[in-house]
């Protein structure tokens, strides 16, 4: 007997130039006991992924915004999200049977929690990202009755999201477009109140797609950083951790690019900037001061 569908998860992926690990993902996706909704924005590829999509997985909502909207992709599918809780997913992402109705059934019992990060494991070897250590050895302080690790952000292609907190927040930000983008939002869901917890019991599956361009994406992720920093930051802390991230990245074009690109948006950075409450400020301070020497990415895609 088929088991019923969750009615309380939608997944959510966005895409670029990367059919066949699309298909793949959607192939494992659509094997689910869950049997959630998938909604997929296909950022304006050119090979064909729209296509194959409809011919291969008719039942799965596309939308075609006819650019790259990047992370903002994201916003336009949870429009068409009907579901109070999204799993967002990458297409080289997919998740381990039983993940999603554990996530809704934990979102469900702590009403104080807005995003709940998954334990990953590697593809095809089937080690653990090392980043899932740092996770789950956040040094954040955990209330009483919080049902993982609090976190300081989450990895957009490995967490479920309460969808209503993320479209009251604004989702993600157009001017960070990719790489990183994860941070601004999770710094305003804590400002709102929110808690970010990881779950090792949950469990995603990541296949590092080999279509990727590394130089762009840590390109965008250093500007990204900086951009949010210098936003949100105390003056202490956003001086405190440009001067360590200065310090830290590689002294070639690529960084260049990028710090030449994050000082030209200084002035519309200075003209929205809302430094956050002392006391998330402190806790991500606690962070950076544990993520020193982490060699573990800041995210995944």
Not at 14 to 33: C, G, M, Q, S, V
Not at 59 to 68: F, H, K, Q, S
Not at 251 to 263: F, P
Request: net charge positive; aromatic share 6%; hydrophobic share 40%.
């Amino acid at each position: 007997m088929t088991p019923p569908a969750e009615p309380r998860v939608t997944v959510l992926v966005i895409t670029h130039n990367r059919r066949r690990e699309l298909l793949h993902t959607l192939d494992r996706l659509a094997e689910l006991p869950e049997r959630p909704p998938v909604v997929v924005v296909d950022n304006g590829s050119t090979d064909g992924t729209a296509q194959a999509v409809a011919h291969r997985h008719p039942e799965v909502t596309l939308l075609r915004p006819g650019g790259n909207l990047g992370a903002v992709g994201r916003n336009l599918g949870a429009r068409h999200v009907t579901t109070p809780y999204i799993a967002f997913c990458d297409d080289d992402t997919w998740w381990e049977p039983g993940s999603l109705r554990r996530a809704v059934d934990l979102l469900d019992a702590h009403p104080e929690v807005a995003t709940v990060t998954a334990r990953i494991v590697v593809e095809p070897a089937g080690h653990e990202d090392p980043i899932v250590e740092e996770l789950r050895g956040s040094p954040l302080p955990r209330p009483a009755g919080l049902p993982g690790p609090a976190l300081g952000s989450f990895l957009a292609g490995a967490s479920v999201l309460r969808a209503e907190p993320f479209r009251r927040a604004g989702g993600f930000s157009p001017r960070l477009w990719l790489g990183g983008e994860e941070e601004l939002l999770a710094a305003d869901l804590m400002a709102a109140g929110w808690w970010l917890v990881f779950d090792e019991e949950m469990l995603l599956h990541h296949r590092p797609s080999t279509l990727r361009d590394p130089s762009r994406r840590r390109a965008d992720g250093i500007r990204n950083t900086l951009w949010f920093t210098w936003l949100r930051r105390t003056p202490r802390s956003a001086l405190r951790r440009t001067a360590a991230l200065l310090g830290s990245v590689p002294r070639d074009l690529t960084t260049a690019r990028a710090l030449a690109r994050a000082a030209a948006g200084v002035p519309w950075v200075l003209r929205e900037r809302r430094p956050l409450p002392a006391e998330v400020d402190h806790r991500l301070t606690l962070l950076e001061e544990a993520q020193r020497t982490s060699k573990a990415r800041r995210y995944i895609g």
